[in-house]
Every structure is written in C-alpha cells, then in structure tokens.
C-alpha cells in the first residue's frame, strides 16, 4: 500500500468512526457512473478539466486539473469509494496534507452532493448532470457561496 492509498484509508477509517455529518443517500456507487467521462471547460487563458474513471466495483478515481498557456498550473487528486451503505468523497489537494472526505448525502439519477460541514472551504460539493453532455458542478460553503463550473463531455 502506497503512501496516498494509507492516507485514504487512514481518512476513511477516521469518517467512518466520527465524523459529525450528515446521513447518508441512499445510493449505490453504481447510481454515479454517469460522473465516468472526462469532462471539459474553455476559459479565457485555457481550460479546466476533470475526469474519472472505475477502478474497482467500489472505487472510482479522477484527476482535475486547470491548462493555463499549455502548462498544468492546478491539479488535484478524487476518489469515490464506497465503505458498506456510504459513499466518499476523497479530495487531495496542494493546500491539505490529507484528503478532505465528503460524504455524499443527496443522490438521484442525475446529481449528487457531497458535504463535510467541519471542513473550512468548501463544505458542499453539488455535481449536476444536464442532458448526456453537460456537467454543472457548485463548490460552495452550506450557504451557498461559491463558484460553480460548466463541464461539456469530452467525446
């Protein structure tokens, strides 16, 4: 076991025995795989990307990254594991030294939301499916505030 998957599941173990979150969905990992494709946003001075892939029946992994001039300048590392009836969140980021959890609290054939009200910022990741091809995802505290990103599928 690599240093990243110890931290994951050091990260896991601890939300599984205390963390203060909401109940969970009732969702299968399974009910997600719309989120499998890569994803894709134009900016001004480049692109942002995100994309997952199944690893496991209770694993999928994804990458986000910002393309600035041609150059990678922000990346991050996801993972979305399903633990007995709960599903994770697993953001790994520059800023934290750990993965942040999020556990997914609303689910549907088309979004999910993922909260950790003890985190600083964000609390609340909303990812929300529009049509087949367009991925509207909202960072925010449990207020609302926030920014939000319009992903178009990569084929």
Not at 5 to 12: D, I, P
Not at 25 to 35: E, G, I, M, Q, V
């Amino acid at each position: 076991m690599n240093l990243f998957q110890r931290q994951y599941s050091y990260l896991l173990l601890t939300a599984l025995l205390g963390a203060p979150i909401q109940a969970q969905a009732t969702c299968r990992l399974t009910d997600l795989s719309w989120l499998l494709a890569t994803w894709q946003m134009p900016t001004e001075k480049g692109q942002v990307l995100e994309a997952w892939q199944q690893v496991s029946d209770n694993s999928y992994e994804g990458r986000g990254w910002s393309i600035k001039q041609g150059e990678v300048s922000r990346s991050e590392d996801l993972r979305l594991v399903q633990m007995q009836d709960k599903i994770f969140y697993l953001a790994k980021v520059t800023e934290n030294p750990m993965p942040v959890p999020f556990l997914l609290t609303t689910c549907s054939a088309n979004q999910a939301i993922f909260e950790n009200p003890e985190h600083d910022y964000p609390q609340r990741l909303h990812y929300q499916l529009e049509g087949t091809d367009t991925l509207d995802v909202k960072v925010e505290d449990l207020n609302g505030k926030g920014f939000a990103l319009r992903f178009q599928k990569r084929h």
